[in-house]
Nanobody
């Protein structure tokens, strides 16, 4: 069982910044990508950004130009730098890891979530 531990959430005023971090425990599969998702009250969980172990990134249109995802493969960590935050960014943010093994078995794990609140 892979454990994902998120940190860095909190409350910030509109226009402010936060940096989320996620550390994964040791795992024995090939990493495909790590990412961040979010879920606002009354809404479905949605993709924020993903990054492959090679550094290829994908962003939701709503965060392009404001958020930056990065990965440190040596530390099994993924980060999300969030700038120019808006009230609509308020949500619980979840870290995600996906990978596969030699037999092409797929693996997916989630963190417990960290609250981000943007309010004046």
């Amino acid at each position: 069982q892979v454990q994902l531990v998120e940190s860095g959430g909190g409350s910030v005023q509109p226009g402010g910044s936060l940096r989320l971090s996620c550390v994964a425990s040791q795992y024995d599969f090939v990493l495909d990508h790590m990412g961040w998702y979010r879920q606002a009250p009354g809404k479905e969980r949605e993709l924020v950004a993903t990054i492959t172990r090679g550094g290829n990134t994908n962003y939701a249109n709503s965060v392009k130009g404001r958020f930056t995802i990065s990965i440190d493969n040596r530390k099994n960590s993924v980060y999300l730098q969030m700038n120019s935050l808006k009230p609509e960014d308020t949500a619980v943010y979840y870290c995600n890891i996906e990978g596969y093994d030699t037999w092409e078995t797929e693996y997916e794990y989630w963190g417990q979530g960290t609250q981000v609140t943007v309010s004046s």
